[in-house]
Each structure stands twice: as structure tokens, then as C-alpha cells.
């Protein structure tokens, strides 16, 4: 199973990005898996960002509550993290990871770095 992560960038606060989570592997479907956002700043742990559930319903830190949202598009085993009113303590790499059963994979990780 592979995770390639993409969509980061360059932004200024109050800017938006998406940024998308493709899986691969054989006949690996993200369905009834998982799904999992993380981040790590400069210098800090990496944290958990938010997930997606195989029902579909997503939960989300309380830091990016209410301007993130987890999306996912089954039939092109892809995950998005859609990043509204960015600010500056967003900047991080993110990652994708997924889970299934007691196994877990993580993408490689994508930069996004919110100026101010």
C-alpha cells in the first residue's frame, strides 16, 4: 500500500488549499478504511489534524475545527483535506495515513507554509 500525498504550497493567512491523499496498492480500496490527517510544525510532535471514518463522518482538532474539512472520493481511493482561513501556525508537512485492522500506512508528507 502506498499513500502520495500532494496540494501543498505556499499561501498567505487567510488562504486556502486542498490538498489530496491518493492510495495505491493491489486492489487496495480506501472503503471501510480509516482515514487520517496529521501534521508537524518545525521543531514540534506531529499531531493529529483530523479523520474520516468508513461511515463517513469526520472529527477534526480542535485547532482546525470549523476551517478544515475531510473529504474522500472512493472510486479514485483519494482523500482530500480542504484548508480555509489559513494562518501562519498551519505552516507544517502533512500527512495521510490509513488504517485497517491493527495495520496502518503513512504518505510521504506535503509542506504547506502560510506566510503572514
Known amino acids: 500500500v502506498q499513500l502520495q500525498a500532494s496540494g501543498g504550497g505556499l499561501v498567505q493567512t487567510g488562504g486556502s488549499l486542498r490538498l489530496s491523499c491518493t492510495v495505491s496498492g493491489s486492489r487496495f480500496s480506501i472503503n471501510a478504511k480509516y482515514m487520517s490527517w496529521h501534521r508537524q510544525a518545525p521543531g514540534k510532535e506531529r499531531e493529529w489534524v483530523g479523520n474520516?471514518?468508513?461511515?463517513?463522518?469526520?472529527e477534526y482538532a480542535d485547532s482546525v475545527k470549523g476551517r478544515f474539512s475531510i473529504s474522500r472520493n472512493i472510486a479514485k481511493n483519494t482523500v482530500y483535506l480542504q484548508m480555509d482561513n489559513l494562518k501562519p501556525e498551519d505552516t507544517a508537512v502533512y500527512f495521510c495515513?490509513?488504517?485497517?485492522?491493527?495495520?496502518?500506512?503513512w504518505g510521504q508528507g506535503t509542506l504547506v507554509t502560510v506566510s503572514s
Open positions: 495515513r490509513v488504517n485497517w485492522g491493527t495495520a496502518s500506512a
Open positions: 474520516i471514518a468508513p461511515g463517513g463522518s469526520t
